[in-house]
């Protein structure tokens, strides 16, 4: 199972909590012809979003939470050995747009794997990489966010700056090389920070948050998959039996979720809040929100009617009911929801002594 933070427990009541939040969904229901971006910069597409669908924070509250970042920020090796759980508790409560890129690259390492490593990255970037790499990389440029304003045009900066931080991870990491699913990771992140910046979040991702989700024959995603499932059946396990029933693998549904981080799958507003609390506490909180996508979308008392073989499931997965993904309901169950990291350490020694059974049992019966 790729790396997690410690400590499972709900926030220690920070006082600033926002009553002034007004309704929204988060649904997305734009065109590709909405003129204006949103204020995430899509300018339609899935991903855009409604500007009556935007959830707003009292401009008072917002200045509040900035400074406390902000004090954070400027004392951070203190808050994160003595004060960890108030860092734990506001990244749940979503880190201000105008700080996030900071916060994540304090959260992630990259602000000190910079730091150690100056003029690293225009040495990687200047070397001309592995051909194949580079012509992968270029055939999927123009597929990572085509509605988004940083990525519409095949010859403006954000293309541009993608396929930098791309080949250059290649260059640093030639045996991985390059995989599909790092170009949502650095797009999104390409969107909050300039490109230096975002390859060190990119190799912190894939070196420390994901180790071996991207390398080739990806073994850990498939690790991660039965964790996943053996998990789900503490958390619904009539929807466990009900893929078991259904012959579903793990790998079906959620390798784009995990691979992609969720970016190609949940609204604008809840990826933002996902990957807050996912730089902050690691990977279990991928597996929470999928543990919800699963129990809510699946755990219905009509989903078993509606879904009688793995086609129909699979639908449902890949169309997951809009109220589920909105981004208040999700982050609250995704804290609640009743898995802790004892209960991931126990299923990932479960799962790597099944995977040694099943080797040790090969081996015999090829012996014989």
Request: charge should be neutral; hydrophobic fraction near 35%.
């Amino acid at each position: 199972m790729a790396s997690s933070c410690p400590d499972d427990s709900l926030g220690d009541g920070d006082s600033d909590v926002d009553t002034s939040i007004s309704s929204a969904s988060g649904v997305q229901n734009g065109s590709a012809t909405d003129k204006v971006p949103d204020r995430y910069g899509f300018m339609g597409g899935s991903q855009y979003t409604r500007p009556d669908m935007y959830q707003t924070l009292s401009a008072s509250v917002l200045r509040k939470r900035e400074l406390k970042w902000l004090d954070m920020l400027e004392n951070w090796d203190k808050y994160m050995t003595k004060k960890y759980k108030k860092v734990r508790e506001r990244c749940r409560k979503g880190i201000p747009p105008s700080l996030r890129a900071r916060a994540w690259q304090h959260l992630c390492g990259a602000t000190a794997l910079l730091e150690q490593n100056k003029h690293k990255f225009c040495e990687l970037e200047s070397q001309s990489g592995d051909p194949r790499y580079v012509d992968d990389i270029r055939k999927d440029l123009h597929r990572q966010f085509p509605f988004h304003e940083m990525f519409m045009n095949r010859d403006g900066h954000g293309q541009e700056d993608l396929f930098r931080i791309l080949k250059a991870y290649t260059v640093l990491n030639p045996v991985d090389g390059y995989c599909q699913a790092q170009a949502p990771i650095a797009a999104i992140l390409l969107m909050h920070m300039p490109a230096e910046e975002a390859f060190w979040c990119l190799v912190s991702i894939c070196d420390k948050y994901l180790p071996g989700y991207y390398s080739h024959g990806l073994e850990a995603i498939q690790m991660d998959g039965e964790i996943l499932h053996g998990l789900l059946k503490k958390v619904a396990p009539h929807v466990h039996k009900m893929l078991n029933k259904q012959h579903i693998e793990p790998v079906l549904y959620m390798t784009e979720w995990f691979m992609c981080v969720f970016t190609r799958t949940l609204p604008w507003s809840s990826v933002l809040r996902i990957w807050d609390m996912f730089f902050c506490e690691g990977v279990k909180v991928m597996f929470r929100t999928a543990l919800v996508l699963l129990k809510y979308s699946l755990g219905q008392p009509e989903t078993s009617k509606n879904c009688p073989t793995m086609y129909e499931t699979l639908e449902v997965l890949r169309n997951i009911p809009c109220e589920i993904m909105q981004e208040d309901f999700l982050v609250d169950q995704v804290m609640r929801i009743g898995i802790n990291e004892l209960d991931m350490e126990h299923e990932h020694a479960k799962q790597i002594a099944k995977q040694r059974a099943m080797k040790d049992k090969r081996q015999r019966n090829g012996k014989s």
